[in-house]
């Protein structure tokens, strides 16, 4: 579903390369609350990773988890290394990763989702960082998030979404408690502002 729509990119959609920032009255408890960066986008559907919601597994679980080192060589990375950032990227396939980084690093593999930033789904790009070789700036993203054709727009014309452009640094920022609050203020919004019922002021 989802997934095709990123593979299948030729055109950027018009919600491309945006926040979808969830609106105060939310029914789905995967979104209240949420940002979400939406990197692919078109008449078949959409595609995008929630950047505020933690995750418990580190990196180093991660790379456990894979085989890709033993106990022994996790415990000498680096410190940026294992506090490589994780998030929950959203409801579709939780077990599944992502890499969203800066076009520094780049793979066979690798899409570009906007002028700067690329998205990776293989494991060539958890070992490069592992080995101090990846991107410079990156999320790690298990799950995503995923609207079949004219399911977003529906959305946002319910009122359940405002939508604006992406800041990168909002995007790879690690302060996640107000990342939800700033995201808005890119709009000149506040909480507070927003009614959480669509034609109440």
Known sequence: MAMSVLKNKRERGFL????????PGMADANFARTVVYICAHSQDGAMG???NRPQ???FSDVL????????DEVIRLPGA?????IRCGGPVESGRGFVLHSDDYLSESS?????DICLTATLDIVRAISRGRGPQRGLMMLGYA???AGQIENEIGANGWLTCPAQEELIFDTNLDSKYERALGLMGITPAMLSREAGHA
């Not at 491309?16 to 609106?23: E, K, R, T, Y």
């Not at 456990?64 to 106990?71: A, N, R, S, T, V």
């Not at 290394?81 to 950032?85: A, K, Y």
């Not at 899409?111 to 002028?115: A, C, T």
Request: glycine share 12%; no cysteine.
């Open 16 to 23: 491309d390369g945006h926040f979808l920032i969830a609106m």
């Open 49 to 51: 990773f929630v950047i």
């Open 56 to 58: 418990q597994l580190s």
């Open 64 to 71: 456990l988890h894979l085989d890709l080192l033993g106990e």
């Open 81 to 85: 290394t294992l506090d490589f950032p």
């Open 111 to 115: 899409i570009p989702v906007s002028d």
């Open 146 to 148: 995923g609207w079949g």
